[in-house]
């Protein structure tokens, strides 16, 4: 539901012009409104409600004084400089992120584009690494059975080269991370192989900007998603799937400079 307020609309038409689905039409005083035949058309994607220059349009529910004003973005410079530094992390410190930052890093997670608009995507972020040890523990059984049953090198030939580590009782998987965040999506999101790559890239470069260190760990949507505990433990609605885990903590490796990594081919 879309409604305009009369005293404040200077008509300019940039609600309509804006609007992705082209739903949003003028009435006989030139207000601009929805009309209830179009309305299930409508993403709730609040571009009219952003793009109002008098904050003159509510989008369902949602006003000009519920947002936040826009503010100066940081420096070309500087956003290069984090994607530079960027560096996956593989050792973290023994320790928990701050309440703090977790809750900033969940709140950032509402902003993440998806495709159509569609905010079916479904987070678990694990807060705490006394429940990180619940998800390492039970990875370890899985693991250390497939070895023993030989699954495992028919499943991942190359896995011999990690055998003596992991049966030694070696994290391979979570790399002692003490937080991580799983993304998961329904089968019917319209863009269910992108959108969660792109939420978790968000939370990736924010954490960065914190000081932490982040791995992009695919294993651990294998381990996940072939583990009965652990898929029980994350109570996933029906439909869903894990299409993402980020680990991520207070890095214990210090990085002095960027790499210099080989030039991408353009067409």
Not at 15 to 23: A, G, H, K, Y
Not at 179 to 208: G, N, R
Not at 242 to 248: N, S
Request: contains cysteine.
């Amino acid at each position: 539901m879309i409604s305009v307020d009369k005293s404040k609309c200077i008509h300019c038409g940039n609600c309509i012009r804006d609007c992705v689905v082209e739903v949003l039409k003028t009435d006989s005083e030139n207000i601009p409104y929805l009309p209830p035949e179009l309305e299930k058309f409508c993403l709730n994607c609040q571009h009219c409600l952003a793009v109002c220059p008098t904050g003159a349009v509510t989008c369902n529910g949602v006003s000009a004084e519920q947002c936040i004003p826009v503010s100066p973005l940081p420096e070309p410079e500087k956003m290069l400089a984090l994607l530079r530094q960027r560096r996956t992390v593989r050792f973290f410190k023994d320790e928990n992120v701050s309440p703090e930052i977790l809750a900033k890093l969940k709140e950032a997670l509402a902003w993440t584009p998806t495709g159509c608009n569609d905010r079916s995507l479904m987070f678990k972020l694990v807060e705490s690494k006394e429940e990180m040890l619940f998800y390492r523990e039970e990875t370890s059984k899985m693991l250390k059975f497939l070895i023993k049953t030989g699954i495992m090198f028919l499943l991942y030939p190359r896995i011999k080269r990690f055998l003596s580590e992991i049966l030694g009782g070696k994290d391979v998987i979570y790399r002692n991370a003490p937080h991580m965040l799983i993304v998961t999506v329904p089968d019917k999101a319209p863009c269910k192989e992108a959108d969660p790559w792109i939420a978790a890239s968000y939370f990736d470069l924010l954490a960065q900007s914190f000081g932490l260190g982040t791995c992009w760990c695919g294993f651990a949507v294998h381990a996940i998603k072939h583990n009965r505990k652990l898929k029980k433990h994350l109570n996933l609605p029906r439909g869903y799937k894990i299409a993402a885990v980020l680990l991520f903590g207070k890095p214990d490796v210090t990085y002095l400079r960027s790499t210099a990594p080989e030039n991408f081919k353009f067409l």
